[in-house]
Structure formats: C-alpha cells, structure tokens
Antibody
Framework: QVQLVESGGGVVKPGGSLRLSCAASGFTFSDYYMYWIRQTPGKGLEWISYINTGDNTMYYADSVKGRFTISRDNAKNSLYLQMNSLRAEDTGVYFC???????????????WGQGTLVTVSS | QSTLTQPRSVSGSPGQSVTISCTGTSSDIGAYNYVSWYQHHPGKAPKLIIFDVNARPSGVPDRFFGSKSGNTASLTISGLQTEDEADYYCCSYAGSYTFHVLFGGGTKLTVL
C-alpha cells in the first residue's frame, strides 16, 4: 500500500536550517507530482511547495519563497525540503503528500504522511 | 496570498446534517473547479474526501457532498456519525499565474 514517511524535523534556532525527507513506497514514485504542506499552530493547513515528476518544475508559497527548496530523487523514491533562514512562524508539522493522478498535477493530495514536527525557537 | 474563509466551528447531533462553507474570490474558487475538501483527525494524516468540487474518492461515503456557487464552495455531511468529528479544510487551485494552492483556515466539526 502507499506509504509516505517524513523525517528530519526537530528544534532549530531562528536563522538555522533543516532538511526534511519523505520516503515513499507502494507506488511508482517517479510518476507522481509531490507536495509539502504544513500545519502551523492556530493557522491550519498551508500549502508550501510542489514539484513535478521530473524535478524541473517547482513552485512555492510566498511565505517560503527564497528560503525553502523542494527536490526529489526518483532513484531513491524520496522527496526533500531544504529549509533555510528559519523563522518562528515556520514552526509546525510538515506533511509530504502525493498527487491524486499519475503524471499530471491535479492539485489534489490523496495520500499524506503522518508529518514531522519542526520547532523554531531560541 | 490569503487563505480561504471557513467558519471556525460547526456542530450537529448524530443523524443530522451540517454544511461547512468556504469563501474565496473570483481568482480561485470562482475561477476554477479545482475545489477539494480534506478531513483531518488530529495526529493523523489528512484525508481527501472531495475533489473536482463534488467528486468523491473511492471509499468515501456518499454522506459527504460538495458543491460550489460563485466564489463559495460548500461541504454538506448528512447522517452525522461520531467518527465524523474532525477538522475540515477546503482547498482551491489559485491559478496558472501563481500555480499556488490555497487552503481554508479549517472548521472544527463537533458531533454532539
């Protein structure tokens, strides 16, 4: 069955960096667009970024543009999120998710991981 | 880049129906039919329950119904069950200029 397992969260000081990973299994990873979404305290879900199947098209929310970088390694069935210049408001649970449809972006996420907690605090 | 507007909470008794609204703009909900809804039990992975405004993924019961009128989308849950108690988020594509995805602020459904 489809599984997405995030890792790499933790506590980091403002201005610091973290790299999140998402290990995918149970489907042909290279066939699907992938997303990062976060849930911040009191603010609900927020779309962060998405990447196409070929690792050559990426989009970011304005709140993270220039600080976060999404990437993928199809050979390792893995999705990544490099987070730099972290701020207190980046604190939250970060989810990776898979698109509903193969080889296209449907803008729907039908499989999600359990999330990894990122805390930005001095 | 703003969020879609949802009521913070709704409630209903088992067997009743509730409707959750989601208000956007003519640039997102009003412009596209890429509207979806997610059910989130805290501590678990969010679950897609509605896509394409009113389509249900396999396994989602037909008690969940999505609709859209103008800039507002709605989720109606009929025959409320205790396991429906969760947070519900609407979501919309926000256009090919930004390629952004917008979520609503979330609505806490309490089944009394």
């Amino acid at each position: 069955q489809v599984q997405l397992v995030e890792s790499g969260g933790g506590v980091v000081k403002p201005g610091g960096s973290l790299r999140l990973s998402c290990a995918a299994s149970g489907f042909t990873f290279s066939d699907y667009y992938m997303y990062w979404i976060r849930q911040t305290p009191g603010k609900g879900l927020e779309w962060i970024s998405y990447i196409n199947t070929g690792d050559n098209t990426m989009y970011y929310a304005d709140s993270v543009k220039g600080r976060f970088t999404i990437s993928r390694d199809n050979a390792k069935n893995s999705l990544y999120l490099q987070m730099n210049s972290l701020r207190a408001e980046d604190t939250g649970v970060y989810f990776c998710a898979r698109d509903l449809r193969r080889k296209v972006s449907s803008w729907y996420m039908n499989f999600w991981g359990q999330g990894t907690l990122v805390t930005v605090s001095s | 880049q703003s969020t879609l507007t949802q009521p913070r909470s709704v409630s209903g008794s088992p067997g009743q129906s509730v409707t959750i609204s989601c208000t956007g703009t003519s640039s997102d909900i009003g412009a596209y039919n890429y509207v979806s809804w997610y059910q989130h039990h805290p501590g678990k992975a969010p679950k897609l329950i509605i896509f394409d405004v009113n389509a249900r993924p396999s396994g989602v019961p037909d008690r969940f119904f999505g609709s859209k009128s103008g800039n507002t989308a709605s989720l109606t849950i009929s025959g409320l069950q205790t396991e429906d108690e969760a947070d519900y988020y609407c979501c919309s594509y926000a256009g090919s200029y930004t390629f952004h995805v917008l979520f609503g602020g979330g609505t806490k459904l309490t089944v009394l």
